[in-house]
């Protein structure tokens, strides 16, 4: 079995910032890439940022210069420092890894999703 739970959510003024933590753990074999994506209510789930097993990053173009990704491997767990919000990032925000388990069966999990509102 193998869990990703994010925290790090909440309620934040525009121009805040918050970061956001996503925890894999379980029967897991080795991490390739890990992300984030967020879904806002009546719209699709979107890609907001990846990051790959050497640390190669992509983002949004809607979140570029704002936002930073990370992951600390050790850990089994990827970040996203979220800067200078605006309430067009209000979502829900899901962290997914593309991941071999302890089998080395290869599956994409994602966590349950953390809430992120910004008041304007």
């Known amino acids: 079995q193998v869990q990703l739970v994010e925290s790090g959510g909440g309620l934040v003024q525009a121009g805040g910032s918050l970061r956001l933590s996503c925890a894999a753990s379980?029967?897991?074999?080795?991490?390739?890439?890990m992300g984030w994506y967020r879904q806002a209510p009546g719209k699709p789930r979107e890609l907001v940022s990846s990051i790959t097993r050497k640390g190669r990053t992509n983002y949004a173009d809607s979140v570029k210069g704002r936002f930073t990704i990370s992951r600390d491997s050790a850990r089994n767990t990827v970040y996203l420092q979220m800067n200078t919000l605006k309430p067009e990032d209000a979502a829900v925000y899901y962290c997914?890894?593309?991941?071999?388990?302890?089998?080395?069966?290869?599956?994409?999990?994602w966590g349950q999703g953390t809430q992120v509102t910004v008041s304007s």
């Open positions: 997914d890894a593309d991941l071999y388990d302890s089998s080395w069966a290869r599956d994409v999990y």
């Open positions: 379980g029967s897991i074999g080795s991490i390739n890439d």
